[in-house]
T-cell receptor
Framework: GAGVSQSPSNKVTEKGKDVELRCDPI?????LYWYRQRLGQGLEFLIY????????KSGLPSDRFSAERTGESVSTLTIQRTQQEDSAVYLC????????????FGPGTRLLVL | DQQVKQNSPSLSVQEGRISILNCDYT??????FLWYKKYPAEGPTFLIS?????DKNEDGRFTVFLNKSAKHLSLHIVPSQPGDSAVYFC???????????FGTGTRLKVLA
């Protein structure tokens, strides 16, 4: 595809429900990143993938958060038992492994937990 | 603990003048720094970068300055244009890691 795409663009859910966010990176980009941006805050690193493996999961806020990537392509970020503080824009980015400084971001998924 | 700080949440500049956006960091192990620009309802886009072996990098109207001793970097936009109005994030990374720490952003408004 031409760029990074994310779905859904908006998600409203009830507290306690599970949500799954999807990211389709740019074809050929081996590195993939997830960030979170809460209202009025900066981008908060969550996790990144090299291929299908995640060497650094240190940014995941709790064990309710998990992510996977398959085929060195699509990635899903899953939030179990959502809480109101999970409300944020979740951004995905991808890059070539050799050029992590040039990350291409998707438009984000805006999650609202009621 | 915020390792990358952008202490000015907003900045207004007249068209044609210089915009200076500032960023401070606390981790001396950071060796690569980036600036991203973000328009509403879009993801951030890469603007310019600098490695710790340099103190200046220039790309057209955009120049990034790095002062390692002060742990400070700045982005200069000259001349500023209304289309530059956006939120600007600085980010930093250590050697051998893909983990970028972002600041909270500065909203720049260029007045026509």
């Amino acid at each position: 595809g031409a760029g990074v795409s994310q779905s859904p663009s908006n998600k409203v859910t009830e507290k306690g429900k599970d949500v799954e966010l999807r990211c389709d990176p740019i074809s050929g980009h081996t590195a993939l990143y997830w960030y979170r941006q809460r209202l009025g805050q900066g981008l908060e690193f969550l996790i990144y993938f090299q291929g299908n493996s995640a060497p650094d999961k240190s940014g995941l806020p709790s064990d309710r958060f998990s992510a996977e990537r398959t085929g060195e392509s699509v990635s899903t970020l899953t939030i179990q038992r959502t809480q109101q503080e999970d409300s944020a824009v979740y951004l995905c980015a991808s890059s070539f492994l050799a050029a992590p400084e040039t990350q291409y971001f998707g438009p984000g998924t805006r999650l609202l937990v009621l | 603990d915020q390792q990358v700080k952008q202490n000015s949440p907003s900045l207004s500049v007249q068209e044609g003048r210089i915009s200076i956006l500032n960023c401070d960091y606390t981790n001396s192990m950071f060796d690569y720094f980036l600036w991203y620009k973000k328009y509403p309802a879009e993801g951030p886009t890469f603007l310019i970068s600098i490695s710790s072996i340099k103190d200046k990098n220039e790309d057209g109207r955009f120049t990034v300055f790095l002062n390692k001793s002060a742990k400070h970097l700045s982005l200069h936009i000259v001349p500023s244009q209304p289309g530059d109005s956006a939120v600007y994030f600085c980010a930093a990374s250590g050697a051998g890691t893909y983990k970028y720490i972002f600041g909270t952003g500065t909203r720049l408004k260029v007045l026509a």
